[in-house]
């Protein structure tokens, strides 16, 4: 603590605390659009939380409804933004709905930064360095309207190329770009093996595509 002394010193001369650099009571996930059938999520939600609780051996009180998040006035961000807190030592790869892409362990931040660019159908978006994939799932899902792109047959692994099958996406060792309609989704990384990260997490999305 010696070295931060004098960072700490500044600190409280400027009102801030040490408790505020403390890790946060809660962790967080989203849900993913088209999860249940009907993309009026209310119910469907209601059911995906009762069998996080089940599987993570919670009372329903333990989850809350990050409500600043997705109350959007656009549909397709509201619906594409739901997050919800538990408590931060629920392991949550323990609940069944994490394991197979139905919610994803997301921090807020990062839907507040998803929230901010104010993605909409028809829309073009870069998201620079995209892996580990969370946010470019999230912009997806509101560029998307919850529809399902079809492929355009790409596949030629030769040339280092992939696309998932029923999606409008194509990745390289560097890019990874979906397309929609008259949206278009474009994510970079530096990384080919980071790339296999986002390219995962795309598939098992859509499974519930």
């Given at each position: 603590m010696e070295r931060w002394k004098g960072t700490l010193e500044w600190l409280s001369s400027e009102g801030v605390t040490p408790a505020a650099f403390?890790?946060?009571p809660k962790r967080y996930f989203r849900v993913c659009r088209n999860c249940h059938t009907d993309d009026n999520c209310s119910d469907g939600d209601e059911l995906l939380l009762r069998e996080v609780c089940d599987d993570l051996r919670l009372a329903p009180s333990a989850l809350t409804r990050v409500k600043w998040l997705g109350s959007s006035d656009s549909f397709d961000q509201a619906q594409s933004l739901r997050f919800y807190g538990l408590?931060?030592?629920a392991p949550l790869l323990r609940?069944?709905?994490a394991r197979d892409g139905r919610i994803y362990g997301m921090d807020v931040a990062s839907g507040a930064a998803v929230a901010a660019v104010g993605?909409?159908?028809g829309m073009r978006v870069l998201d620079l360095c995209c892996s580990p994939g969370g946010k470019l799932h999230a912009l997806f899902d509101?560029?998307?309207s919850g529809g399902s792109p079809k492929s355009s047959g790409i596949d030629d692994p030769a040339k280092g190329a992939y696309l998932i099958p029923g999606w409008g996406i194509e990745a390289t060792s560097s890019r990874m770009a979906c397309k929609y309609?008259?949206?278009e989704l474009h994510g970079v990384d530096v990384s080919m093996e980071r790339m296999h990260v986002c390219r995962s997490l795309l598939e098992k999305a859509l499974l519930w595509r």
């Open positions: 403390s890790p946060p408590p931060a030592d609940a069944r709905p993605a909409l159908p509101c560029l998307s309609g008259r949206s």
